[in-house]
């Protein structure tokens, strides 16, 4: 059935329960429905129903409150953040903060008008602050499908420190902000699990209200057949494309329900042309142990059946580092024209951490990613650096010293801005690098000569992927990324029990997604005091839309750090040799000095 009326209101019981486990049968013919009414083909109809009439399909939608809230929803860069930050950053304590950009039912509002359900995210809360980052099957599922070995301190903080519990802040102008506090890895472990599960509760929140205002019922089955049903219309749209560029799933962080979340990733993984895999680590953990259990027990079988685990960088280390150490921004450059040397030393830190730069991935619009280029191209790579590569990962792409920041990179990331825009500054500047080093007779060794691949991870819809696909080969992306693509709903009846129709009413519903993040705000070492006001990311926007700061801090306050932020992000005049010696003295003061581990 479809969304159902009760013309009699009583909805003060299914909405304490409205949480409730699958109906697996109502589930694939709902979902079939759904399908049609979203406009899918009827091959990939057929194959939503072959999906969930399977085995695994079935064994997905039967899975237990229990079982989908008993890891993480940690996507795959937070292993390797952590294990910067216990190699590096043990003594630092960090914030995250809770941004809800945009949503149909705020926290608040939630608070206020359904308490019961406040109630249960709060609890929910403190039930993932209780849970351990790592365990035997999500290292063995890290090492198969992302090659990522764990190491013995990172290991023995998460299982010290655990997850940060989230606290909210009332902000005084009718908002919340929910705020995780403590080691970097801790405060990190709440983001993505945070997020969401704010958008799930922001989900069971239209859906009650609407139950309460209407007698409307559309229970998780429906939602769950729905999203699917959208779905198949979606990967539908992205095959018919028929473009090279490979398409990889970033949506934990966003996804309106976990086995959702669970089906999403194995539908990808079965139908979507060009497919590489998802960033999500619980999906995949998931999907692995299912497969084992069906008996798949050799683990490339699995890998190549569920695609790798994908993951570059994160933003939440190069606002943390530029926290901690913004006066090198400062020393680099000169008064209100600071250069982006924090945002280089963290990709470095970053490099020496998790297996040198064979593939090398520059997210260069934390603080602007021009600001980033005429930096880097000016920077050379501290000589410190081009020891520990060639120790660490002696096997490894090796660079030597004079080799400039910009050099190390073998692929840009772009999540912000006008990608067309973004791309050719990247593609301009690395034609304008192999001009200067064919005039300086090749320059060092270890320099790549091919053109970088870009990755385009700020897509909107079908609509943008397809431009994306089709822009010249110059600066036409390798990988898209994206989450919100691919979820989200078609609008559901109100009622479709001829019996039960008011007047003949034949109304839709609409529910809808919310925009959130969870960003460092504030990273802190009780000997290094900042000489800024907060952690923050400015972004490649114009208007903006995805720049943080900490919310906690008085409106002068954050405009101080907006300004700096901006003084970063128009950085263009670089003094090379300067801002060479700031990079080479920040990165022995941290790996050599480790002036951030005491």
Same mark, same amino acid.
């Given at each position: 059935m479809g969304g159902q009326r009760n013309t009699s209101h009583q909805c003060n019981v299914w909405e304490t329960s409205d949480y409730s486990g699958l109906d697996v049968e109502r589930l694939r013919t709902?979902?079939?429905?759904?399908?049609?009414?979203?406009?899918?083909?009827?091959?990939s109809t057929e194959a939503l129903r072959r999906m969930l009439d399977s085995s695994i399909g079935r064994k997905i939608a039967s899975l237990t409150h229990d079982h989908l809230f008993k890891e993480l929803v940690n996507d795959a860069y937070k292993p390797k953040m952590h294990k910067i930050y216990s190699s590096f950053?043990?003594?630092?304590?960090?914030?995250?903060?809770?941004?809800?950009?945009?949503?149909?039912f705020a926290l608040k509002k939630i608070e206020q008008e359904d308490p019961d359900l406040f109630h249960q995210l709060n609890q929910a809360m403190a039930d993932v602050a209780k849970l351990h980052p790592l365990n035997d099957n999500i290292e063995e599922v890290l090492k198969i499908f992302y090659s990522f070995d764990t190491p013995e301190v990172m290991r023995q903080r998460s299982d010290e420190f655990g997850v940060a519990e989230v606290q909210w802040i009332d902000m005084g102008d009718g908002s919340h902000t929910g705020i995780a506090s403590g080691t970097a890895e801790a405060a990190s472990n709440a983001e993505t699990t945070m997020t969401q599960m704010v958008q799930e509760?922001?989900?069971?929140?239209?859906?009650?209200?609407?139950?309460?205002?209407?007698?409307?019922?559309?229970?998780?089955?429906?939602?769950? @057949?729905? =999203?699917? !049903?959208?779905?198949?219309? $979606?990967?539908?749209? *992205?095959?018919? %494309?028929?473009?090279?560029?490979?398409?990889?799933?970033?949506?934990?962080?966003?996804?309106?329900?976990?086995a959702y979340l669970l089906l999403q990733t194995w539908f990808c993984a079965l139908n979507l042309k060009n497919y590489i895999g998802s960033s999500n680590i619980f999906a995949c953990s998931h999907l692995n142990r299912i497969m084992e259990e069906e008996g798949v027990h050799d683990s490339e079988e699995r890998v190549q059946q569920i695609?790798?685990?994908?993951?570059?960088?994160?933003?939440?280390?190069?606002?943390?580092?530029?926290?901690?150490?913004?006066?090198?921004?400062?020393? @680099?450059? =000169?008064? !209100?024209?600071?250069?982006? $040397?924090?945002?280089? *030393?963290?990709? %470095?830190?970053?490099?020496?951490?998790?297996?040198?730069?064979?593939?090398?991935?520059?997210?260069?619009?934390?603080?602007?990613?021009?600001?980033?280029?005429?930096?880097?191209?000016?920077?050379?790579?501290?000589?410190e650096f081009v020891e520990d590569v060639q120790q660490l990962y002696p096997d490894d792409r090796q660079i030597e010293s004079g080799?400039?920041?910009?050099?190390?990179?073998?692929?840009?990331?772009?999540?912000?801005?006008?990608?067309?825009?973004?791309?050719?500054?990247?593609?301009?500047?690395?034609?304008?690098?192999?001009?200067?080093?064919?005039?300086?007779?090749? !320059?060092?060794?270890?320099?790549?000569?091919?053109?970088?691949?870009?990755?385009?991870?700020?897509?909107?819809?079908?609509?943008?992927?397809?431009?994306?696909?089709?822009?010249?080969?110059?600066?036409?992306?390798?990988?898209?990324?994206?989450?919100?693509?691919?979820d989200g709903f078609v609008p559901f009846e109100g009622q479709t029990d001829s019996s039960s129709r008011v007047d003949g009413d034949k109304s839709e519903v609409e529910l809808e997604l919310a925009s959130i993040v969870m960003k460092a705000v504030q990273a802190r070492h009780p000997q290094l005091p900042s000489q800024q006001e907060c952690a923050a990311k400015h972004g490649d926007d114009d208007d903006l839309v995805k720049a943080q700061v900490d919310p906690r801090l008085p409106e002068e306050a954050q405009q101080r750090v907006k300004k700096r932020l901006a003084d970063l992000f128009e950085s263009r005049e670089v003094d090379g040799k300067r801002s060479s010696v700031v990079l080479a003295k920040a990165y022995h003061d941290i790996t050599r000095k480790q002036i951030l581990n005491m």
């Open positions: 709902r979902a079939e429905y759904y399908a049609r009414k979203a406009g899918a083909s009827d091959k950053l043990r003594g630092v304590k960090v914030d995250f903060a809770l941004n809800v950009r945009k949503s149909p509760f922001t989900v069971r929140a239209q859906v009650r209200a609407l139950c309460s205002r209407t007698g409307i019922k559309i229970d998780r089955t429906e939602r769950v @057949a729905n =999203s699917l !049903g959208h779905l198949a219309a $979606v990967v539908d749209q *992205l095959n018919d %494309l028929d473009h090279p560029v490979k398409i990889a799933l970033f949506a934990g962080r966003r996804s309106s329900d976990r695609g790798r685990v994908i993951g570059t960088h994160a933003h939440e280390v190069m606002s943390i580092v530029q926290h901690l150490m913004s006066h090198c921004d400062e020393e @680099a450059g =000169s008064p !209100g024209k600071p250069v982006q $040397v924090c945002a280089m *030393l963290a990709h %470095l830190l970053f490099l020496r951490a998790n297996g040198g730069t064979q593939f090398a991935t520059a997210l260069s619009d934390t603080f602007g990613t021009e600001g980033f280029i005429a930096a880097a191209l000016v920077s050379q790579v501290p000589n080799t400039m920041v910009f050099d190390v990179f073998t692929t840009w990331r772009l999540d912000s801005g006008d990608y067309s825009k973004y791309a050719e500054v990247v593609v301009s500047a690395w034609e304008g690098r192999c001009k200067q080093l064919t005039n300086q007779g090749g !320059g060092p060794q270890g320099i790549s000569q091919q053109r970088p691949a870009l990755m385009h991870s700020n897509l909107k819809d079908v609509d943008h992927v397809k431009q994306v696909a089709n822009l010249p080969e110059r600066i036409r992306p390798t990988i898209v990324a994206f989450g919100g693509v691919a």
